[in-house]
């Protein structure tokens, strides 16, 4: 019998399927399995001071994930230029998921506004994680101030030719765009005195120094416990599960009148959806644990937001557009 097909391509067509096999069940590619991530110490960068309300969600946060992940977390802090210094670093790191940032509303929405040539961009060079927190501001006044309510405070300020003085802790902060809005909205003369932080302000209302200013509730709860503020309304939409008797800017007639701080957790822009998605996943899970909430969130006077990744993008745009109401309003020029 003729053979008809030589015996070398009768084996390189066996070797051939063998490859074939090998490739379709995987059991021979060369080279080790990926890691799963994570498999090594993830960092996340705090850009904001040691002992605030930032650094300490980052750190309770980061606790939990080490226990979970059996991977060390290590919290970092990098202050300094309203918050730039800690994210230029994040953005300039390796987009492997191994190097998180946590900031607030301020230093990714705010400072758009305040700084010229801001060196990154919350959606250009970043994706989020989660929105882990927000605090709606209330609006606050000394004990012995005379008005009772936001429409109170209001008539006074229009009759005051001087305008009511209210204690900010410098432009663009939380009191100075409320009252620049307010007073936009109502032809109401308020005028800011400037202090070096929310400590100072405080205690200037303590001190009777100025009568009104803007905080959130577990900032102005020693106070009020003390009875040397009150509150006239709450600077949000809807009622505050802890205030649910105070009214809000929003049902008093002010659409839009709202002061709120978040707390936020990013990746540089690159990073692998896969990774994005299981950070996401796991940090939504550690802040829906009502003991974790309790502990960590609202007794610090703040109230879960725990949103998806694409929540983080939404939440700051929506942001955006209040605050550049607000920025026109106070007349506040980039510098």
Not at 252 to 272: D, H
């Amino acid at each position: 019998m003729i053979e008809t097909t030589p015996s070398r391509w009768r084996t390189g067509i066996s070797r051939m399927r063998q490859w074939a096999a090998c490739l379709a069940t995987t059991s021979c590619i060369a080279g080790p399995a990926l890691a799963e991530f994570p498999d090594r110490p993830i960092r996340i960068i705090v850009s904001s001071s040691p002992g605030g309300y930032l650094d300490i969600i980052s750190r309770a946060i980061g606790k939990e994930l080490q226990e979970r992940w059996r991977q060390p977390v290590i919290v970092e802090n990098k202050p300094g230029a309203s918050g730039v210094v800690g994210a230029v670093a994040v953005k300039n790191s390796q987009p492997d998921g191994y190097t998180w940032l946590a900031a607030t509303e301020a230093h990714l929405v705010t400072n758009k506004f305040t700084m010229k040539n801001l060196p990154y961009d919350y959606k250009r060079d970043f994706v989020g994680i989660s929105v882990l927190t927000r605090a709606d501001q209330v609006v606050v006044a000394t004990k012995s101030f005379p008005a009772n309510t936001l429409a109170e405070l209001i008539e006074m300020a229009k009759q005051d030719p001087k305008g009511l003085s209210y204690g900010s802790w410098g432009i663009g902060s939380h009191p100075h765009l409320f009252y620049s809005r307010l007073g936009g909205m109502t032809n109401a003369n308020f005028v800011m005195i400037p202090y070096k932080g929310v400590a100072p302000t405080m205690q200037a209302m303590s001190a009777g120094e100025v009568p009104l200013s803007v905080m959130s509730p577990g900032t102005a709860k020693p106070l009020l416990e003390a009875g040397r503020l009150k509150i006239l309304a709450a600077a949000a939409r809807k009622r505050l599960p802890d205030l649910p008797d105070v009214p809000t800017t929003e049902e008093l007639g002010f659409p839009g009148l709202t002061s709120a701080i978040y707390m936020v957790l990013l990746l540089p822009r690159e990073t692998p959806p896969d990774v994005v998605a299981k950070a996401s996943k796991a940090v939504q899970s550690v802040l829906k644990q009502p003991d974790f909430a309790a502990r960590t969130v609202t007794d610090h006077g703040f109230q879960v937001v725990a949103s998806d990744s694409a929540g983080v993008i939404t939440e700051m745009d929506e942001l955006g557009k209040l605050m550049a109401e607000s920025v026109k309003a106070a007349q506040i020029m980039a510098q």
